[in-house]
């Protein structure tokens, strides 16, 4: 499974990003998308996923700010962030898990400063 994620960037605080996540390749039907994200100096944590029955689960740090969507296709998963903090600043990992195996696209630089 390939991974091409898009849609980072310089945002000011308060506003918002789109992220894109574009998954090719022999997808299991049973599998989840989602975020994780690595900011300077900190381990990579979870942002946000979501599962091909669209079960969703969020960190408790981007509840009611971020929301995890997925194509029609289910190939494809978004991540809409709004009300962007400073501290959301960080390079953003979309990945591809299975139960067999877990796949990471490049990271996308998210900056939310003025």
């Known amino acids: 499974v390939q991974l091409q994620a898009s849609g980072g960037g310089l945002v000011q605080p308060g506003g918002s990003l789109r992220l894109s996540c574009a998954a090719s390749?022999?997808?299991?039907?049973?599998?989840?998308m989602g975020w994780y994200r690595q900011a300077p100096a900190k381990q990579r944590e979870l942002v946000a996923t979501v599962t091909t029955g669209d079960r969703t689960n969020y960190a408790d740090s981007v509840k009611d700010r971020f929301t995890i969507s997925r194509g029609n296709a289910k190939n494809t998963v978004y991540l809409q962030m709004n009300s962007l903090k400073p501290e959301d600043t960080a390079v953003y990992f979309c990945?591809?898990?299975?139960?067999?195996?877990?796949?990471w696209g490049q990271g996308t630089l998210v900056t939310v400063s003025s």
């Open positions: 990945y591809y898990s299975d139960y067999l195996y877990t796949y």
């Open positions: 390749g022999s997808m299991l039907s049973a599998n989840a």
